[in-house]
């Protein structure tokens, strides 16, 4: 996160002049890369997931083989999966169309905050009781070349996992994804006509036409 303003003449890079920073601020932020990107920060308790409609898709069953409840992730040592540093998917931060949200982690307190690099001034919406944004997302999209992203959203996800000896649900699917991502049977990304069409009339390029401009890359 961005966690001071540069003075005059240090904003640019020395040997080519081109802008430093964030890639967030040069219009390449993480959601393009991962399906998340950083979010908010909070240090009272963690926030178990909740899984989504995603989860159901085949697409993503591997991931979900042997759990068998709707809440994961409520155990770990800060108490829940999602903690400490948390990632939201957003489309309009360039997270791919046909990403998944296989869970969501949400109903932080108020000790919650979101990026400073997404306000420019403080308001009561920007904490975890007031704003949306502040949610921890567990996502995964498959890629041109046959690979897949995983990520859980999440810095505190591994503290969860070694909860009554490893036997938990995120210990469980942590191993379900590592064992499919160690298959060599590549990953299929959906056909445009299989990813649900956009509003025509929101003036936002439609979705289809967005994986297919993926698939190119």
């Not at 303003?5 to 080519?16: D, I, K, N, V, W």
């Not at 949200?101 to 979101?114: I, K, P, Q, T, Y």
């Not at 649900?196 to 994986?211: Q, S």
Request: net charge negative; aromatic share 10%; charged share 20%.
């Amino acid at each position: 996160m961005r966690a001071w303003s540069s003075a005059p003449g240090e904003g640019h890079l020395a040997f080519s002049g081109e802008p430093g920073g964030l890639w967030r601020r040069l219009g390449r932020a993480p959601n393009r890369l991962i399906g998340v990107g950083f979010t908010a920060q909070g240090f009272d308790m963690a926030r178990p997931y909740q899984l989504m409609p995603g989860a159901a898709d085949p697409r993503a069953a591997f991931a979900f083989d042997g759990v068998t409840e709707a809440t994961i992730g409520d155990h770990g040592l800060f108490g829940a999966a999602a903690g400490i540093e948390i990632d939201r998917f957003d489309a309009g931060l360039g997270s791919p169309p046909h990403a998944l949200v296989l869970a969501r982690a949400d109903g932080f307190s108020g000790n919650w905050r979101r990026l400073t690099e997404e306000f420019l001034t403080l308001h009561p919406m920007i904490d975890g009781a007031a704003s949306d944004l502040v949610r921890a997302d567990l996502v995964f999209f498959e890629t041109p070349a046959g690979g897949a992203v995983y990520a859980t959203g999440s810095i505190a996800w591994t503290a969860s996992l070694c909860s009554d000896g490893y036997a938990n649900d995120v210990a469980r699917v942590t191993g379900n994804v590592l064992r499919r991502f160690l298959d060599p049977a590549p990953f299929v990304m959906p056909a445009p006509d299989q990813v649900p069409r956009d509003d025509p009339d929101a003036g936002t390029p439609d979705a289809a036409d967005v994986v297919e401009g993926y698939r190119r890359r």
